[in-house]
């Protein structure tokens, strides 16, 4: 369900595990242009958020809702940004199972009745097993910072970008099979969790699809670790 008085959509993105459970990164972007504000005698923007996260599952049930509440004050060079960027809140849900999971985010307005809506699903993969968290797409940021500069709009839940643009994309795996050496070598960005300090070694092929049709194939690349 999406909805329509407040444009916003979430961005729910497995992360890692905690135990046994699962940590899931819930990115809500909203468009400034449909909350209420007002304008206070030292030429202020006043505004309010209120917000509500929570995760069901058919099998498991539902977690406690996360609450949160924003009270807007902006200089009128910030809420001309925030119309121009729109405003980006993210929280953290703990999901306690593997599995399919129903990511709910109402969003009200604090100073009119306008609401908005979105759902997403995300599959939590079982514990103990090769798995791959979600996945994060955003503009690259060279870390010499002499790369063109980060539009807001090229965050990890948005994701617009300009033709010819360079962009990253960041994944962690999970408990690969290993061996009995003790060898490293990482080229890309993994948190891998081997058993007993142990050699992993995995096959990655990225692959870029575009309305279902594939766009980008990459080559082929071993990566080997402890």
């Known amino acids: 369900y999406e909805g329509t008085d407040i444009h916003t959509r979430l961005t729910a993105t497995f992360t890692t ?3 046994q459970a699962a940590s899931v990164e819930v990115a809500i972007p909203i468009d400034a242009h449909d909350l209420g504000v007002i304008r206070d005698a030292k ?3 006043r505004g309010a958020v209120r917000m509500t996260v ?4 058919a099998e498991f ?13 902006m200089a009128p060079e910030e809420y001309e940004r925030a ?3 729109g405003l980006l809140y993210t929280v953290m849900l703990s999901l306690p199972a593997a599995g399919a999971w129903r990511i709910r985010a109402l969003v009200a307005d604090g100073i009119g009745d306008r609401m908005g809506a979105f759902t997403q699903a995300i599959e939590i993969p079982a514990r103990n097993t090769l798995s791959l968290s979600g996945l994060a797409l955003r503009g690259y940021d060279p870390p010499d910072g002499k790369g063109t500069a980060i539009d807001p709009k090229e965050n990890a839940a948005v994701r617009i970008f300009k ?11 999970f408990d690969p099979l290993a061996d009995d050496n003790k060898q490293s070598k990482l080229e890309t960005i993994f948190d891998p969790l081997a058993h007993d300090n142990k050699q992993s070694k995995l096959e ?4 870029i699809y575009t309305r279902g049709r594939p766009v980008y194939a990459g080559t082929p ?3 080997v670790y402890p």
Do not use: H, K, N
């Open 54 to 57: 929570d995760a069901s599952s």
């Open 163 to 173: 033709t010819g643009r360079t962009v990253e994309y960041i994944y962690y795996i």
């Open 204 to 207: 990655i092929v990225s692959r």
């Open 43 to 45: 030429s202020r923007y």
């Open 221 to 223: 690349s071993q990566l």
């Open 83 to 85: 119309l121009r960027d």
């Open 17 to 19: 595990f905690a135990g």
């Open 61 to 73: 049930g539902s977690v406690a809702p996360i609450e949160r509440s924003y009270d807007l004050v």
